[in-house]
């Protein structure tokens, strides 16, 4: 009955690095999921005000003001009946950020005007980031991808 035991332990043991490393896998590619729709969508918003179907001032990139206002939509300015466009259902959730932050929020933005070896937020979302830390099975940081 102790060999037993003990070799139960010791599969139970093994296992759990495995558990584990499946676990961190599965949220890597929810993050890279999240990541492609998110660019996705900002680069439609980004052609839809290129083609004038979104209204902005002269000055302006084209990109949208916030993550919301991909989700929220946009008036269609070509549009007499007052259709919106939206560009998501809904803004995924980086999986590696604190689960108490609203979807928008848990990504870092950056903005069109910012280096992109020093990303920060401003008048438009151009791209999103994770602000984790940690690091991915391949070594890379999350927050590079």
Same mark, same amino acid.
């Given at each position: 009955?102790?060999?037993?035991?003990?070799?139960?332990?010791?599969?139970?043991? +093994?296992?759990?690095?495995? /558990?584990?490393?499946?676990?961190?896998?599965?949220?890597?590619?929810? /993050?890279?999921?999240?990541?492609?729709?998110?660019?996705?969508?900002?680069?439609?918003?980004?052609? +839809?005000?290129?083609?004038?179907?979104?209204?902005?001032?002269?000055?302006?990139?084209?990109?949208? $003001?916030?993550?919301?206002?991909?989700?929220?939509?946009?008036?269609?300015?070509?549009?007499?009946?007052?259709?919106?466009?939206?560009?998501?259902?809904?803004? $995924?959730? %980086?999986?590696?950020? %604190? $689960?108490?932050?609203? $979807? +928008?929020?848990?990504?870092?933005?950056?903005?069109?005007?910012?280096?992109?070896?020093?990303?920060?937020?401003?008048?438009?979302?151009?791209?999103?980031?994770?602000?984790?830390?940690?690091?991915?099975? %391949?070594?890379?940081?999350?927050?590079?991808?």
């Amino acid at each position: 009955m102790l060999v037993v035991l003990a070799m139960m332990g010791v599969l139970a043991a +093994a296992a759990r690095p495995m /558990l584990q490393m499946s676990a961190q896998r599965s949220r890597e590619h929810e /993050l890279r999921q999240a990541l492609r729709q998110i660019r996705t969508a900002i680069d439609a918003y980004k052609k +839809a005000a290129d083609e004038g179907q979104v209204a902005h001032a002269a000055d302006a990139s084209g990109y949208p $003001p916030s993550l919301d206002a991909l989700a929220a939509g946009v008036a269609d300015a070509k549009s007499v009946k007052g259709r919106r466009i939206y560009f998501l259902r809904r803004v $995924p959730r %980086d999986p590696f950020a %604190d $689960p108490a932050l609203a $979807p +928008a929020d848990s990504w870092g933005l950056r903005s069109a005007d910012s280096p992109p070896d020093s990303p920060r937020p401003g008048a438009d979302v151009f791209d999103v980031y994770s602000r984790s830390e940690k690091r991915g099975l %391949d070594g890379s940081r999350y927050r590079d991808w």
